[in-house]
C-alpha cells in the first residue's frame, strides 16, 4: 500500500517535471519568435549590462515575480553568462521583456541592424557612366535607384516582430524606427557613392589614366551591391541590370539539345524518303 502511493507521487512528480519542461519549450519558442527569429544578440545585450543597469531590471523582476526568482537570478547570471547554466525560456521571456522600456536608443537600434542586416532590401545594379558624367547626377540616378528599392520594399514577419518588441506595442514608435532605418539604408548608399565615385572619375580624367580604356569598382554598402563602370566610350549616365553570363554547362546542354534534335529530323526524313520509294 505504501509502495502503491509512493509511485503515485513518483509518477505525479514526473507529469509536473514534465509539465514544466514543456512550457519551458513553449515559452523560449515564443520568445524566439517574438525577437524576430534569434534571442543571442538580445542575450549578448543583457549579459553586457553594467551592474546598475542590471540592478533596474532585477528590481523590477522582483516587482512582479517575487524575491525568490529575483535571488535566483542574480545568483545565477554568472552561471548563464558562460554557459555552464542554461537560461530557461519563461526566466527569459520574463526579463527581455522588461528590457525595451529601459533600453537606450542607440542599443535598440543596434539590436535591429543585427536582424537588418540580414533580411534588410538588397539590390544588385550596374552603373555605367561617360567621361562627361556629372557627379551629381551620377547621385541623383543612385537616389533615385534607393527610393524605389526602399519603397517597395517589403518588411518581413521577423523584422516586424523585433520592431514591436522593441518599441512595446507603441505603434507611434514602431513607426519612427521603420522610418529611421529606410532613410539610413538610403543616406548610407547615396553617401558612400558620393565618396567613391569621384575618385574613379578624377583617375579616368587625369593624364595617368588616358590608357585606361575601361574602370569599373565594384560598391558593397550594406546589403547593396553597385557595379561602377566609368567608360570613355559611354555618354552620361545609366543606370543597368548586371549582365548574367550562361555558364558553360548551360550552352554546352543547348548545344547538345539543338544537335540531338537535327539529328533525330533527318532521321525522319531518311526514314520517310525509304518509305516513299518502296
Not at 106 to 120: A, F, M, P, S
Not at 189 to 213: C, D, F, M, Q, Y
Request: proline share 4%; net charge positive; charged share 25%.
Amino acid at each position: 500500500m505504501a509502495g502503491h502511493r509512493y509511485r503515485r507521487r513518483y509518477h505525479k512528480h514526473i507529469d509536473i517535471g514534465h509539465e514544466r519542461a514543456r512550457q519551458h519549450i513553449e515559452d523560449a519558442k515564443r520568445l524566439t519568435a517574438e525577437l524576430g527569429g534569434t534571442d543571442q544578440d538580445v542575450k549578448e545585450y543583457f549579459f553586457s549590462l553594467s551592474p546598475r543597469s542590471l540592478t533596474v531590471i532585477l528590481d523590477a523582476y522582483e516587482q512582479q515575480y517575487g524575491s525568490g526568482p529575483r535571488a535566483y537570478a542574480q545568483s545565477t547570471i554568472a552561471k548563464w553568462k558562460t554557459g555552464a547554466v542554461h537560461m530557461s525560456g519563461t526566466v527569459a521571456e520574463r526579463l527581455f521583456r522588461l528590457l525595451p522600456p529601459r533600453m537606450p536608443l542607440q542599443e535598440k537600434y543596434k539590436l535591429i541592424e543585427n536582424l537588418w542586416t540580414h533580411v534588410g532590401p538588397k539590390s544588385r545594379k550596374v552603373l555605367k557612366v561617360g567621361l562627361n558624367g556629372d557627379i551629381q547626377q551620377i547621385i541623383d540616378v543612385i537616389r533615385g535607384h534607393m527610393n524605389d528599392v526602399v519603397v517597395r520594399y517589403a518588411i518581413p514577419t521577423s523584422l516586424e516582430k523585433r520592431f514591436e518588441w522593441l518599441c512595446a506595442g507603441d505603434s507611434r514608435a514602431k513607426q519612427d524606427f521603420l522610418n529611421h532605418f529606410l532613410e539610413h539604408e538610403k543616406t548610407f548608399v547615396v553617401e558612400g557613392a558620393r565618396r567613391r565615385i569621384p575618385v574613379l572619375l578624377e583617375h579616368l580624367r587625369s593624364s595617368t589614366g588616358a590608357n585606361t580604356h575601361r574602370a569599373a569598382e565594384v560598391l558593397k554598402i550594406g546589403n547593396h551591391e553597385l557595379e561602377v563602370t566609368l567608360d570613355p566610350s559611354a555618354t552620361g549616365v545609366c543606370l543597368e541590370e548586371p549582365y548574367v553570363e550562361r555558364s558553360w554547362s548551360t550552352r554546352t546542354s543547348t548545344e547538345e539539345t539543338s544537335y540531338w534534335w537535327v539529328l533525330w529530323v533527318l532521321g525522319a526524313i531518311v526514314v520517310l524518303y525509304a518509305l516513299s520509294h518502296r
